[in-house]
């Protein structure tokens, strides 16, 4: 069996290619044990002595997109988009590759919308449970919908360690207004933004929708930026005026709830 221990971390097909080969040769002279041909008829299933080696490459692929992605994440979050290359990316990252972000992601658009995947993935479960709860309700109250909406993404602010970097890096995400980055937030967000605003209307029917739609705008923004910025509470004109965590949130839901239901004078 040939080894792969040369090979580099991010040319798996290459070693699985050149390890396949090798073997396939080599099997020619075995006696009663015929050349296994690169290229198999549907359904083959290679065997288990050739099989072990791929699963655990591909496992150590994944592990390396993985460390790729939160490098990213923490290098997009300090120095903004415009301020990290893929190159860069890969060298803070520790892979032997110059070119691991590109090699698994393509390209910086691509990297982009793997961290947001990332960041989504983990929010993801908390979202679901608060709207298919407000979905079943006959009757939510505006409160339950902010708190739905508000609350996966507030949390980043105390778990996991890397949720403060995805605060900062979506607000650095939110304010490029590149076509590219526009149509990857509109297509990765827009579900769920349909689904909040359809829940803003059931509970605030005598709002019209366009006011609605612009009002919610205006609190994505104040969400985005006001988590990632969090911190400067505590260094204000008036001083430290951050409270704890648990009165924090609840101002937060006060002033969204407040801007939402707002119903100017006749």
Known sequence: MVSTEACGEDEDMACSYTAASVE????????????????????????????????????????????????????????????????????????????????????????????????????????????????????PSLRDVVKAMTTPYLSLTLSPDWGPAALRFMAHLHADNTPDVVQLMNAHFRPDVERIETQLHRVLPHIP??????????????????????DMLSNTPFGDIRPDDRTLFTYFVDFVEGGLAFSPPA
């Open 209 to 230: 929708r366009d006011v609605l739609r612009v009002r919610l705008a205006f609190t994505f923004v104040s969400l985005i930026h006001g988590a990632a910025e969090i």
């Open 24 to 139: 396939r040769e080599s099997n020619q002279d075995r006696p009663g044990r015929p050349g296994t041909d690169l290229v198999q008829p549907l359904g083959y299933t290679a065997p288990i002595f050739f099989r072990a080696p791929i699963m655990a490459r591909a496992t150590h692929g994944e592990a390396t997109r993985q460390n790729i992605i939160l490098t990213a994440l923490e290098l997009y979050a300090e120095h903004g988009l415009d301020g990290v290359s893929l190159r860069t990316i890969s060298a803070e990252s520790g892979t032997r590759n110059s070119a691991a972000a590109h090699y698994h992601f393509g390209s910086r658009l691509g990297v982009l919308e793997a961290v947001v995947t990332f960041i989504t993935d983990f929010t993801r479960p908390q979202f679901e449970s608060g709207f298919q709860s407000l979905e079943a309700d006959p009757a």
